[in-house]
């Protein structure tokens, strides 16, 4: 008896607003892309085509289609030779994008963003456009997208500039793990280098998809660092004998926070314990309260939580929005040339992400501190040594783990500047005013790995101590935790090398359930 094919589930493009978490799907190959065949998606596409045709015919002018690019938009174009070659291509001149290429999966979240801008409606494109795009998502074909090179307005002209390219067979893509021409890759694939109608190289560029596409990328991981540090944090409480009462409901009753709350009731919830609270806290005077890396954890981590709930909304927004120029009224057909390019919301979303994610970065490496230094770690041995004896002489344990979460925090810190502060002037004082999104969502990708990594530090550093101090069988969530860490970690008796330690934990904040089910 055959088995029956397993369902594949779809994404549908049909102009409606989609989740982050679909988008996520689609760009890791979880979901397949399809274009929507509702007679009233069609129409309403079909429609805005016929706004473009008949404004050219009509000798409106028509941003970008009649007219030159940018500070060259008084050019005019004759009406036969729009129509004979679908207008002047802006895809050659753009292909000055440098550094490393974007990941796949960052690639692949703004060419899906960019389906969604295109398929409101709004700008003039036909559905083969779509289709095309569809179709490089579902067979793998992902363009090689330079990482440097975008302003932010008009958009990510550079960086788009490639992956609309590749439609058309030129430059080149990843596929089937290597890189190669575009061109080679369509032939594998089946396909057909797309031929571009008028407007749609422009449809393609002129919009903030590559910007979108890694804040997508970057929520998610930032909601899995901020699950990682609650855990870290509660392993840490333990560790250091601190004080529960710190995390009480009332605290946040008086500073209503929501973030802060969460946050509180989530440690609360990981350090639940039925045995004597006299036994598992340290009882001295000096200990009346714990350091402010500890004791303001709800009140340092609820700054993320909170953020995220917004800059969610914002990145949602962007990712569903016609942001191309110039858009059509779908009422009249009038050619709206406007600024929906403008990266500004995803800028100041990232801005604010990344400064809360290396804030968070600042807190984990501070508790590592607490839990490696004599003079602060309740009667831990220093650096975290797990030989006794006079063999421990010999051995430093988590000294250098301290020392590469200091430098990571660091560079994470570095790296918050807000890139929306430096709009500069650019294209002959045109784009004079300018979002630095692209900049600021690069950079708030950057400032997660720097702190997924110090999270990871934290979580081995945090569980080593936890086995020190023992007692973790009185917090049974605190156990549960601790036997998920060492599937992935061992423990750290002997001095090793434990760079592929924290390779492993940073895969398991990524990619794994743990620290969500064990918070």
Known sequence: MKKKPLKMDFLTIDGRSVALEEILSSARHIKRVRISQDRAFV??????????????????????????????????????????????????????????????????????????????????????????????LNRGITPVVPSEGSVGASGDLTPMSYVAATLAGDREVFYRGKRMPAAKAIEQAKLTPYAFRMKEHLSMMNGTSVMTGIAVTAVERACRILDAAVCATALTVHALKGKAHHFHPVIGEAKPFPGQIRIAHRLTHLLQTRADLSDLEENSPESLQDPYSIRCTPQIAGVLDDALRWISDWVTTEANSSNDNPIFDPETGLPLMSGNFYGGHMAFAMDALKSAVASIADLSDRQVTLLVTPQYNRGLPADLVGVVGEDALFHYGFKAMSISASA??????????????FSRSTESHNQDKVSMGTIAARDAARICTLTERVAAIHLIAAAQACELRGQIQFRPRIKALMKGIREVVAPTREDRPMDRDIERMVQSIVDGDLFRNGS
Request: charged share 20%; aromatic share 4%.
């Open 43 to 136: 129409d309403r596409m079909e429609r805005s085509q016929a706004m473009l045709a008949e404004a050219v015919n009509k000798g409106i002018p028509v941003y970008g289609v009649t007219t030159g690019y940018g500070k060259s938009c008084g050019k005019r174009l004759p009406k036969d030779k729009v129509i004979r070659k679908n207008g002047a291509s802006p895809l050659h001149f753009h292909g000055c994008g440098t550094g490393a290429p974007l990941g796949i999966e960052e690639t692949r979240a703004a060419m899906i963003c960019r389906l969604l801008c295109l398929a409101r409606g709004y700008s003039g494109v036909s559905l083969p456009l779509l289709e095309q795009i569809a179709a490089f």
């Open 408 to 421: 990571l925090a660091a560079e994470a810190l570095k790296n918050s500047m807000p890139a929306g502060s």
